[in-house]
């Protein structure tokens, strides 16, 4: 039985439905399953509730279970969570609950560069919930994904485009980014769940291009029929925008910090290495946005 944390989300479902393809038991958990994972229910999947700020939600979903997923996150505090309850205390309580319930494989949904000194916060967290893991004794995996397909190239840009005709870009533009398709992240988290290489391994994975920001908006717009405006909010915007969000969206204020961040340093990512040990075809952005038309 495998547990899947944050089964309502993007990657949740795409990882909860592919383990039901492959004809594996999966347990899928949110706050609110029966509103939430109605189709992941009725795909085959037992769904359970289960609230990263509860731990005793953990202990109980934890229970039988001999892999747990975890791919949760509050970033964006969509459910009125600061990011510390949740991307820090709230996982460091399920890795805590899966090693009481005796979990044979623990997998870390993380995020590309995390690191102690990172400068947005909750890629702090999640590199400390990293470090807590690889010390609770329990096998793991550790899956570092890009940023992705479906949120920063088609939610905060192509979206815009394509049901407005206008969009900001966040900063300049112009540095070289890394996407990742949902449904490839969630295909390298079934090889952790079946190679044995990928215990105790950490896992980065992109998508095979590095087109700027400015280069996705032109993919989106030479699709659509008639003028679109493609404008920008300039680096020194964000840089204030996040400083005036963090008493009261902490959330907002760490994506307008992350993408201040990425406009000016960029975040190019080459798979070769991870292509190299974990061989599969990777979804070209091009093509992700090509399917947004279909």
């Known amino acids: 039985m495998i547990l899947i944390v944050g089964a309502s989300g993007r990657l949740g479902k795409a990882i909860a439905r592919q383990a039901l393809g492959a004809g594996k038991a999966v347990r899928a958990s949110s706050r609110e399953p029966e509103a939430r994972l109605g189709d992941i229910k009725a795909a085959g999947a037992e769904v ?49 609950a899966a090693k009481a319930a005796g979990v044979e494989h623990f997998i870390y949904i993380s995020a590309m560069d995390a690191a102690p000194d990172h400068p947005a916060s909750w890629i702090r967290f999640k590199a400390g919930v990293e470090d807590y893991l690889a010390k609770s004794g329990m096998a793991y995996t550790i899956i570092r994904p890009t940023a992705f397909m479906e949120t920063h190239a088609h939610l905060l840009l192509g979206q815009a485009l394509m049901e407005k005709g206008k969009v900001s870009v966040f900063g300049e533009g112009n540095s070289p980014r890394n996407f ?51 404008g920008s909010m300039p680096r020194a ?40 040990k974990y061989p599969l075809e990777l979804t070209p952005i091009e093509q992700f946005v090509e399917q947004q038309f279909l």
């Open 48 to 96: 359970i509730a289960a609230d990263l700020r509860d731990p005793a939600s953990l202990q109980r979903a934890c229970q039988g279970v001999q892999v747990v997923v975890a791919s949760a996150h509050g970033a964006v505090d969509g459910w009125g969570n600061h990011s510390k309850l949740v991307d820090d205390k709230g996982h460091r309580d399920l890795v805590d």
């Open 180 to 230: 990742v398709s949902v449904e490839d992240v969630a295909r390298y988290v079934m090889i952790a769940l079946d190679d044995p290489r990928a215990k105790g391994d950490i896992i980065e994975v992109g998508g095979p291009d590095n087109p700027t920001t400015n280069e996705v908006a032109q993919m989106y717009a030479e699709r659509i029929d008639g003028e679109v405006k493609i």
């Open 237 to 276: 915007m964000l840089k204030v925008m996040s400083t005036l969000m963090k008493p009261f969206q902490p959330g907002m204020s760490q994506i307008m910090m992350y993408a201040y961040l990425e406009d000016i340093h960029g975040s190019a990512f080459d798979m070769g290495p991870t292509l190299a």
